[in-house]
């Protein structure tokens, strides 16, 4: 949640992704997963304009757990 409250102020970062993917994670935990899969696929569309190589790999593993309930699983897939 801080990741998130502090992009939202000073801007997004490289880190930025992997606040929204584990925010995204949670929210269809608990059930809404339709609402967690619009925060990962925003943290997918952040990793591609400014994520780092070192959070590649946390927000596509944790992205595609989510995917997966919406997606086919070839497009869950996409970013392996």
Same mark, same amino acid.
Do not use: N, W
């Given at each position: 949640? %801080?990741? *998130?409250?502090?992009? !939202? @102020?000073?801007?997004?970062?490289?880190?930025?992704?992997?606040?929204? /993917?584990? &925010?995204?994670? $949670?929210? #269809?935990?608990?059930? +809404?997963?339709?609402?967690? $899969?619009?925060? /990962?696929? !925003? #943290? %997918?569309? &952040? &990793? +591609?304009? @400014?994520?780092? %190589?070192?959070? #590649?790999?946390? @927000? *596509?593993?944790?992205?595609?757990?989510? /995917?997966?309930?919406?997606?086919?699983?070839?497009?869950? &897939?996409?970013?392996?």
């Amino acid at each position: 949640q %801080r990741i *998130i409250q502090l992009s !939202l @102020v000073h801007g997004m970062s490289p880190v930025s992704p992997i606040g929204f /993917v584990h &925010l995204g994670s $949670y929210i #269809a935990k608990f059930g +809404d997963i339709s609402g967690g $899969y619009h925060y /990962v696929k !925003l #943290a %997918r569309s &952040l &990793l +591609d304009k @400014v994520g780092s %190589r070192e959070s #590649a790999g946390e @927000v *596509i593993c944790i992205g595609t757990q989510v /995917v997966a309930y919406v997606e086919p699983v070839q497009a869950a &897939l996409e970013y392996h």
